[in-house]
């Protein structure tokens, strides 16, 4: 096997001081004999990774296993939602067996650094394109959410029983529960520091019992479903956010349900029905369009799917509505940024990634009652929709979709180098970069 040229790979390098520094490093980590044997390819890749990410970088000198990623044959191809879930299956299952749930949440935590090491490592040596990285990044928060419920669900059961509601004949039935994706999320974009917003749904208001309420022998009820949910949502937040050894999952968002802060963690599709039709605003409108199921019961995500369709996608577009989205243009105009970032923000700076994601939605919420085929939660799709209905030009839709690959580009690069949850070039290192050439 021909010896990989280290140095030559080092002098090649976007960052050669750092790649240097960190093969010096190696050293001491005890991984030198290790890289001195990757293959030419797997160094370039290992290269790309450490000069894109100080913060990477460190996490494979601390854990050098880690290194065994690195297998270019594997890596070329992403990897599919059903394929994250066997795996997190196969070690999930005995531990929730033997009831070892702290061990569980820590191989979770470890599952996610590693994939998002790995698919971090195909982003920055360019072995894929922002779409599929994004997709990646939302199948693996979608496996490590609906992991969690699971662990967290099954703790609850155990201490105060588990919840029923009554059918329309009076009969006691199991209540389910599920958790919606929004935002980024919901549509499938998430980025490396992306926050989850999430919503917390379950069935039917009822009692929680620890056993069935079908047994003769049944127990008192414990408490109520709302009770039980909102500290199951409770438990769910703590658990994605809960910050370890192994770092954290998710940052959690839920300030998008109902009623925002002032609303309970948890509610019933009834409850939700109600609020949507007494008290949805537009906002709201463009918000759940990106409404996708995470975890827990499908056939309830389904079910609230198409409750709000109505009222996402209205088949006539009121006059208030109209209001609505121009005061909403407005506050995203006139939005404080940072002295010095409008420019530099490539989120909420001019000509920024939410600029691009309100035109779609705008255009989704005033046409997608008509035209079914916009009713699409990722927004390059719907770009791509637009200009079949003469909503927006080809030229218009191509020069957006252009700048939203790059901007999500640069945004991903801006978060990787040190983990961070930022959207700021830095002023030290301009970007002559044209996107529009």
């Known amino acids: 096997m021909k010896k990989t040229d280290w140095q030559k790979i080092i002098k090649a390098s976007a960052d050669p001081v750092r790649i240097r520094d960190f093969f010096n490093s190696s050293t001491e980590a005890g991984t030198r004999g290790l890289l001195e044997k990757f293959p030419q390819d797997s160094a370039q890749a290992l290269a790309a990774l450490v000069a894109g990410s100080q913060f990477l970088g460190e996490l494979l000198l601390s854990n050098p296993a880690l290194l065994s990623i690195f297998d270019l044959e594997r890596l070329k191809f992403s990897r599919r939602a059903e394929g994250l879930r066997r795996e997190v299956e196969a070690f999930l299952k005995p531990k929730l067996v033997a009831r070892d749930y702290a061990d569980a949440l ?137 910050s370890t050894a192994e770092s954290f999952l998710y940052r959690v968002d839920l300030r998008l349900r109902p009623e925002g802060d002032a609303g309970p963690l948890a509610r019933s599709l009834e409850s939700c029905e109600n609020y949507y039709a007494e008290w949805g605003q537009t906002w709201e409108r463009m918000m759940l369009i990106k409404a996708r199921h995470i975890a827990g019961d499908k056939n309830l995500a389904a079910e609230f799917l198409e409750m709000i369709q109505p009222f996402r996608y209205p088949r006539s577009v ?114 002559s970069y044209d996107w529009r050439a």
């Open 106 to 242: 820590t191989a979770l935590r470890r599952f996610k650094q590693r994939e998002t090491l790995r698919i971090a490592v195909r982003d920055l040596a360019r072995l894929s394109e922002v779409v599929e990285i994004t997709q990646e990044l939302s199948d693996v928060a979608d496996v490590c959410l609906d992991g969690v419920l699971r662990i967290v669900t099954k703790q609850l059961s155990e201490k105060f029983g588990s919840p029923f509601h009554q059918d329309s004949e009076g009969r006691w039935r199991p209540t389910p529960f599920c958790i919606l994706g929004l935002g980024k999320l919901g549509g499938q974009e998430l980025n490396y520091s992306s926050d989850v917003d999430i919503l917390f749904l379950y069935g039917e208001e009822g009692e929680v019992f620890k056993e069935s309420p079908a047994k003769k022998s049944a127990s008192r009820t414990v408490m109520s479903n709302h009770q039980f949910f909102c500290k199951l949502a409770e438990a769910c937040s703590n658990e994605i956010s809960r």
């Open 318 to 431: 009121s006059l208030e509505i109209l209001r609505e989205i121009a005061a909403m243009k407005d506050r995203i105009e006139s939005e404080v940024v940072r002295t010095g970032e409008l420019e530099r923000n490539v989120k909420l700076g001019r000509g920024g990634i939410r600029e691009i994601e309100f035109t779609a939605q705008i255009l989704q919420v005033l046409h997608g009652g008509r035209l079914p085929f916009l009713q699409i939660p990722q927004t390059l799709l719907c770009l791509a929709k637009l200009p079949q209905y003469d909503l927006l030009t080809k030229d218009d839709a191509h020069q957006l979709d252009v700048a939203y690959r790059f901007l999500r580009d640069v945004e991903h690069r801006l978060q990787m180098e040190n983990n961070l949850q930022t959207h700021t070039l830095p002023e030290d290192r301009p970007c």
